[in-house]
């Protein structure tokens, strides 16, 4: 499975901004897709996923509202729209893909699930 991240940018506060993550080499069947972002002395935060499974989104508290993940089946781009950037949204942005991933949420117990990682998109949110 290969995972390439794009679309990132600069941005203004307020402003919106939709990442992709172009999902090849399957299949991927009970594959989810998961969105993540790292800033330098930070831990890896996570957003969000997209499963095959239920072909449904999960997220993080913390973005619930602001951004939402989508895609037409889980090994087709699956999009990451962002909305109200602040600058604390700033960071490298990165997808990853999880095999055999049946459950229905998102949760921090299972970042170790995911194995195979994009190179990873630049987010800057001009203040």
């Known amino acids: 499975v290969q995972l390439v991240e794009s679309g990132g940018g600069l941005v203004e506060t307020g402003g919106s901004l939709t990442l992709s993550c172009k999902v090849s080499?399957?299949?991927?069947?009970?594959?989810?897709i998961g969105w993540f972002r790292r800033t330098p002395g930070k831990e890896r935060d996570g957003l969000g996923c997209?499963?095959?499974?239920?072909?449904?989104?999960y997220y993080a508290d913390a973005v619930k509202g602001r951004f939402t993940i989508s895609s037409d089946k889980a090994d087709n781009p699956v999009s990451l729209p962002m909305s109200a950037l602040k600058a604390e949204d700033s960071a490298v942005y990165y997808c990853?893909?999880?095999?055999?991933?049946?459950?229905?949420?998102?949760?921090?117990?299972?970042?170790?699930?995911?194995?195979?990682w994009g190179l990873g998109t630049q987010v800057t949110v001009s203040s």
């Open positions: 080499g399957g299949p991927f069947d009970d594959h989810a």
């Open positions: 990853s893909a999880a095999p055999f991933y049946s459950a229905p949420y998102f949760s921090r117990s299972l970042f170790p699930a995911y194995g195979t």
């Open positions: 997209y499963t095959d499974n239920d072909r449904k989104p």
